[in-house]
T-cell receptor
Framework: NAGVTQTPKFQVLKTGQSMTLQCAQDMNHEYMSWYRQDPGMGLRLIHYSVGAGITDQGEVPNGYNVSRSTTEDFPLRLLSAAPSQTSVYFC????????????FGPGTRLTVL | AQSVTQPDIHITVSEGASLELRCNYSYGATPYLFWYVQSPGQGLQLLLKYFSGDTLVQGIKGFEAEFKRSQSSFNLRKPSVHWSDAAEYFCAVAANNAGNMLTFGGGTRLMVKP
């Protein structure tokens, strides 16, 4: 089991560029989510999905898009990067049910210049 | 909407000393409560969780936490800290409905003195 994998580990973008952060899990988890981590603010939920074809907004969704075409993959797209999106991004997955443990990927450190 | 407060941004303890990290939550009903740990440059790992039953829960690495409904708290404790416990600790709360959203506190960074 690879668990939750994320690519790339590091990325530098210029303002206005677009990119996709990849996330995959091999645990057959229905629920997947994206968080951003900023100093002093903990992790904030961007988007989540409860299954293939179903996505919903979290606390800070603006500037980000997601899709869930398969159970395994949950990519996060930045359409037009802004310096405010400089952050560390974590993908997580778990079984259905809010009491279940979330398994986190290693993170992607994104810098927008 | 639920929220979580971790009042201590940084804590420094000596190796072998006891530890208590504070967590206060805001939620209308009984929540699901979690403590996660993040080592430098790593993702988060679950230490323990509470969702019902005994209010004192045991976790991995010798950690425990106590749910106190009257104080809306879920403090994390360890009787004797090891140097390898230096990390950032996050308390989190999830609503016990289909909302599926997990809300994190701002984190407490633990440093351990030799």
């Amino acid at each position: 089991n690879a668990g939750v994998t994320q690519t790339p580990k590091f990325q530098v973008l210029k303002t206005g560029q677009s990119m996709t952060l990849q996330c995959a899990q091999d645990m057959n988890h229905e629920y997947m989510s994206w968080y951003r981590q900023d100093p002093g603010m903990g992790l904030r939920l961007i988007h989540y999905s409860v299954g293939a074809g179903i996505t919903d907004q979290g606390e800070v969704p603006n500037g980000y898009n997601v899709s869930r075409s398969t159970t395994e993959d949950f990519p996060l797209r930045l359409l037009s990067a802004a310096p405010s999106q400089t952050s560390v991004y974590f993908c997580a997955s778990r079984l259905q049910g809010a009491y279940n443990e979330q398994f986190f990927g290693p993170g992607t450190r994104l810098t927008v210049l | 909407a639920q929220s979580v407060t971790q009042p201590d941004i940084h804590i420094t303890v000596s190796e072998g000393a006891s530890l208590e990290l504070r967590c206060n939550y805001s939620y209308g009903a009984t929540p699901y409560l979690f403590w996660y740990v993040q080592s430098p440059g790593q993702g988060l790992q679950l230490l323990l969780k509470y969702f019902s039953g005994d209010t004192l829960v045991q976790g991995i690495k010798g950690f425990e936490a106590e749910f106190k409904r009257s104080q809306s708290s879920f403090n994390l404790r360890k009787p004797s800290v090891h140097w390898s416990d230096a990390a950032e600790y996050f308390c989190a709360v999830a609503a016990n409905n289909a909302g599926n959203m997990l809300t994190f506190g701002g984190g407490t960074r633990l440093m351990v003195k030799p």
